[in-house]
């Protein structure tokens, strides 16, 4: 009788280690054109829109940006423009 109720014991505190998950506070992202004031985004820009791109050339999406709905439109129009205008490549080496 004993013997049954400690291996029961045992298997509920194993399982509940491993499926704990570790989540931390994340750090809110801040849009960084609405931070300096940067009403129209400017295809011009080069180095600010390169922040913006991978190393392959694809456009970083706003998740992981952390621009706002509103800059981040702009912006991808701006790395378009930019790529037509051969400032920024269209696939990278
Ligand atoms: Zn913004």
Redesign the pocket.
């Known amino acids: 009788m004993e013997n049954n109720k400690k291996t029961a014991a045992a298997k509920d505190f194993g399982g509940e280690d491993k499926t704990k998950k570790v989540r931390r506070p994340q750090k809110r992202k801040v ?1 960084e ?2 931070e300096k004031g940067i009403a129209v985004v400017d295809y011009k820009d080069v180095s600010r829109l390169r922040k913006y791109v991978t190393e392959k050339g694809k456009i970083i999406s706003a998740r992981t940006s952390g ?2 709905a ?2 981040q439109r702009q912006l991808t129009v701006a790395i378009k423009r930019a790529r037509n205008m051969a400032l920024l490549p269209f696939k990278g080496e």
Request: net charge neutral; with cysteine; charged share 0%.
């Open positions: 849009c054109f609405c621009c706002c509103h800059h």
